[in-house]
């Protein structure tokens, strides 16, 4: 089945900890998307990218790393610098040209030890 | 910067009744695009409203994109339990999308 798959479903960081969300495709979209929820709020995004080997800036970058060396995976790194960084993180693909829907995966919980 | 603002933010209704949300933003969009997070789960995709005024419907659920691309409402009518979850608008700016703060839906058997 096509689809986006997100690991792991729940991950706890520690002070200081540097941690890796995973995100992969196989639905041969060329865009994908990281955003973030909390409770009570919408979506914001954090990172995208259209094509392999670029990425953009959302509106919460800061505290957040991005990879994109192969078009199905879209790693994000939460750094110590990102002082508050509970929250339910989405990733999401589409397919790029204007007004496309989102797919987006079943999300990682992350939480502060 | 680029806000979507929508409301309420929770309702509440009976079994039957209808439910609207409705969604502002600050600037015009090139489209706007629903989405319902059931409790627990992720974003799925509703639909999409690009034109001016463009009305769309799927069965009980109707979608409106006003005449000046700057807001867009969602009506359920006849609520089923079914329908729980909270939807999100999504606004198109450039390359992004800028989401809503949702509307949480409770429906009461």
């Known amino acids: 089945d096509g689809g986006i798959t997100q690991s792991p479903k729940y991950l706890f960081r520690k002070e200081g900890q540097n941690v890796t969300l995973s995100c992969e495709q196989n639905l041969n979209h060329d865009a994908m998307y990281w955003y973030r929820q909390d409770p009570g709020q919408g979506l914001r995004l954090i990172y995208y990218?259209?094509?392999?080997?670029?990425?953009q800036k959302g509106d919460i970058a800061e505290g957040y790393s991005v990879s994109r060396e192969k078009k199905e995976s879209f790693p994000l790194t939460v750094t110590s610098a990102q002082k508050n960084p509970t929250a339910f993180y989405l990733c999401?693909?589409?397919?790029?040209?204007?007004?496309?829907?989102?797919?987006f995966g079943s999300g990682t919980q992350l939480s502060v030890l | 910067g680029q806000q979507v603002m929508q409301i309420p933010q929770y309702q509440h209704v009976q079994e039957g009744e209808d439910f609207t949300t409705y969604c502002n933003s600050s600037t015009t969009l090139s489209n706007i695009q629903w989405y319902k997070q059931r409790p627990g789960g992720h974003p799925v995709f509703l639909i999409q409203l690009v034109k001016s005024g463009e009305v769309k419907k799927q069965k009980r659920l109707t979608f409106q994109f006003g005449e000046a691309k700057k807001n867009s409402s969602l009506h359920i009518t006849a609520t089923q339990t079914t329908d729980v979850g909270t939807y999100f608008c999504a606004g198109r700016v450039g390359n992004q999308f800028y989401f809503g703060t949702g509307t949480s839906l409770t429906v009461i058997p």
């Open positions: 999401a693909s589409s397919i790029p040209g204007g007004g496309e829907k989102l797919f």
């Open positions: 990218s259209q094509i392999v080997n670029d990425f």
